[in-house]
T-cell receptor
Framework: KAGVTQTPRYLIKTRGQQVTLSCSPISGHRSVSWYQQTPGQGLQFLFEYFSETQRNKGNFPGRFSGRQFSNSRSEMNVSTLELGDSALYLC????????????FGQGTRLTVV | TQLLEQSPQFLSIQEGENLTVYCNSSSVFSSLQWYRQEPGEGPVLLVTVVTGGEVKKLKRLTFQFGDARKDSSLHITAAQPGDTGLYLCAGAHSSNTGKLIFGQGTTLQVKP
């Protein structure tokens, strides 16, 4: 059974640009959550999607957005990139999201220069 | 604010020693997870505890959930170099589906 797949693994962008990251959950998993991990703040919840609907949202500015498709694959978008957006972005999938037994992908390392 | 305080942040020990990592909160969680993360990789789930007072064992690792479901501990017996990594606790509230609150993590180094 394939795990959670995130693409790309590494990304370098310039300040002001926008970026889209992709997450393919484990087959049968309908919940996808996104997290940002930085050395200073640790792992912080961005948002969760379930059946194409955003069900929960963390305390991030509106520059951070996401969506989920009918096959449960999810994308997150960050517009007008700032240096502080440099981080490891992780997605996690679970069957329903309720028990929160999340399986994480390997992450996308975003560097903003 | 729903915070999870994890301690210690850093731990460097010799092979064969025992250690305990603590995870504390003022908030009640419906479940609490422990993860281990290697550099540049995503966290890997070690265990989930859901019942107050619950104790789970995974080889040399023992996990305990506090009676009030506000705190948890991870105890490693006879640590080995292969245990080196970042250990994260994460709590879930029943009202926040899909959302995990993470502790800051404990970086463990086990020297041979």
């Amino acid at each position: 059974k394939a795990g959670v797949t995130q693409t790309p693994r590494y990304l370098i962008k310039t300040r002001g640009q926008q970026v889209t990251l992709s997450c393919s959950p484990i087959s049968g998993h309908r919940s996808v959550s996104w997290y940002q991990q930085t050395p200073g703040q640790g792992l912080q919840f961005l948002f969760e999607y379930f059946s194409e609907t955003q069900r929960n949202k963390g305390n991030f500015p509106g520059r951070f957005s996401g969506r989920q498709f009918s096959n449960s694959r999810s994308e997150m978008n960050v517009s007008t990139l700032e240096l502080g957006d440099s981080a490891l972005y992780l997605c996690a999938s679970s069957v329903t999201g309720r028990v929160a037994e999340a399986f994480f992908g390997q992450g996308t390392r975003l560097t903003v220069v | 604010t729903q915070l999870l305080e994890q301690s210690p942040q850093f731990l460097s020990i010799q092979e064969g020693e025992n250690l305990t990592v603590y995870c504390n909160s003022s908030s009640v969680f419906s479940s609490l997870q422990w993860y281990r993360q290697e550099p540049g990789e995503g966290p890997v789930l070690l265990v989930t505890v859901v019942t107050g007072g619950e104790v789970k064992k995974l080889k040399r690792l023992t996990f305990q959930f506090g009676d009030a479901r506000k705190d948890s501990s991870l105890h490693i017996t006879a640590a080995q170099p292969g245990d080196t990594g970042l250990y994260l606790c994460a709590g879930a509230h029943s009202s926040n589906t899909g959302k995990l609150i993470f502790g800051q993590g404990t970086t463990l180094q086990v020297k041979p």
